[in-house]
């Protein structure tokens, strides 16, 4: 792949749990021009010390390296791993999916849905709503799918991703 090509990356982020480092990691992103596909952020230790956040971005080799340097710098970060250049990695996200359908395009709705392993989680009369988990691809696929069966409304978690093995933050 070109140096200059734009690529995804998915970013971990291991920091102090304190007010304000949230909003320090996204001014930087904001401050610089940089988008984040995808955010998200919890303790990750039983005394609620420190924090995960993991980032999906996109950009050239240089802006992800740029982004790796500015936010290794932030106080209090502890450590910043890029998954998606550092070896195998797992990233899911979970998806909320409300489809507004009837007949036909109702009994599709759960025909995909069961072919994505989709969990009913609601169902009423004109709607269901379903809890799907997975990576961020077959999310977009079964969305894609969705659309033309009565797609009404998405809320997705975002990335929460880690790497494989004994390799830790």
């Given amino acids: 792949m070109e140096p200059s090509a734009i690529q ?21 992103f904001s401050g610089r021009g940089y988008n984040i596909d995808s955010l998200t952020v919890a303790p990750v230790d ?33 450590k910043v791993a890029d998954l998606t250049r550092e070896g195998p ?16 395009e109702r009994s599709e709705s ?14 009423t009369v004109g709607s269901f709503v379903f809890e799907m988990t997975g990576g961020t691809d077959k999310i977009d696929a079964f969305l894609a799918l969705m659309r033309p069966l009565g797609l009404a409304e998405v809320s997705r ?9 004994t390799n830790i933050l």
């Fill in 8 to 28: 995804s990356a998915t970013i971990s982020v291991l920091v102090e749990n304190e007010a304000g480092v949230l909003a320090r990691v996204i001014g930087l």
């Fill in 110 to 123: 759960l025909r995909i849905a069961e072919a994505f392993r989709a969990r009913v989680i609601d169902a």
């Fill in 46 to 78: 039983d005394d609620r010390g420190r924090s995960r956040i993991n980032v999906v971005t996109s950009g050239t080799e240089m802006v992800i390296a740029q982004i790796k340097a500015q936010l290794d710098r932030l106080v209090p970060v502890y």
């Fill in 89 to 104: 990695h797992i990233a899911r996200e979970l998806a909320l999916i409300k489809v507004i359908s009837t007949g036909e």
């Fill in 157 to 165: 978690s975002g990335v929460a991703a880690i790497s494989r093995g």
